[in-house]
């Protein structure tokens, strides 16, 4: 069955992988991209070329979602993947269900702090980046040769409020880790990660292997990786001809002093609610 890692895009999935994977699948704790491999991304292409050639089409892709996970457990094997995809349910298919999910991490950022990192990653204006953001928005529906070497299937990531909102209500398994949380206090929220997956799968923990994932996953770390030319995950910009770093300010985005005024009061209106629950506001 399937440990969901899901997020809305840039909110810190990539560090909780690197947390995850270095906790369950090495000895030590020592992180190095490579075990990024061990929890891939849902929805991809290899997971539906058995059924279809058309990737781009959420109305075949949707009636596929549940097939493709059904193929990925026939193993009976407990495994991870992340997901930028509502957790939703369109013309009668759900995005998953109870026999191929065991449980949901699920990583929420505070949407001020977004708009920078959309802005970068996207290649997009800043304006632009804040209507991505609270606009409904689907990935990987365009038949570019860039969506296709890179294996992405059409995804609805829905706007931010939507994809916290669909993934927590619609989930029994279910822990929420904010990515402000494991700036200030990564040894709690590092603990809660633990406790939490070790209801589901086995593995070792001590003092030292989680200090090692301390050192080897925080953002100074990955973005000196990144910088040595280990990281392949990069967005790709047509505007510029080269990819985009991933890892681009992490605690030093400090939207307080970055977004104008305007902006920040409409994002705050939008998702009001929310922000509220969560403590953003």
């Not at 949707?62 to 457990?73: E, G, V």
Request: contains cysteine.
């Amino acid at each position: 069955m399937i440990i969901w890692l899901a997020s809305y895009p840039k909110s810190g999935n990539t560090w909780l992988r690197s947390i995850i994977s270095s906790l369950v699948y090495t000895e030590d704790g020592l992180f190095g991209f490579e075990l990024l491999n061990k929890i891939p991304q849902f929805p991809s292409q290899k997971y539906f070329k058995e059924f279809t050639n058309d990737f781009t089409n959420i109305h075949e892709i949707k009636k596929l979602w549940i097939a493709a996970q059904n193929k990925i457990n026939l193993d009976n094997k407990i495994k991870f993947f992340k997901t930028h995809q509502i957790n939703c349910k369109i013309d009668g298919f759900n995005f998953t269900n109870k026999l191929n999910t065991l449980a949901t991490i699920y990583i929420v950022r505070d949407p001020r702090s977004l708009v920078n990192s959309i802005s970068n990653h996207y290649d997009k204006s800043v304006e632009d980046a804040k209507e991505f953001l609270i606009t409904p928005k689907t990935q990987g529906s365009s038949k570019s040769i860039h969506n296709l070497k890179t294996g992405q299937v059409v995804t609805l990531i829905g706007n931010w409020s939507e994809n916290y909102k669909f993934w927590k209500q619609n989930n029994e398994n279910f822990l929420l880790i904010k990515y402000e949380n494991l700036l200030k206090n990564i040894d709690n929220e590092l603990e809660k990660i633990v406790v939490f997956l070790k209801k589901y799968i086995d593995f070792d923990v001590n003092d030292r292997k989680l200090q090692n994932i301390i050192n080897t996953t925080n953002f100074h770390n990955l973005k000196k990786m990144e910088e040595e030319g280990s990281f392949n995950e990069n967005a790709y910009t047509e505007s510029l001809n080269k990819k985009i770093n991933f890892f681009y300010q992490g605690p030093e985005n400090n939207w307080k002093s970055k977004l104008e005024s305007k902006i920040v009061d409409e994002i705050n209106l939008k998702f009001k609610h929310e922000m509220i629950e969560l403590g953003y506001l």
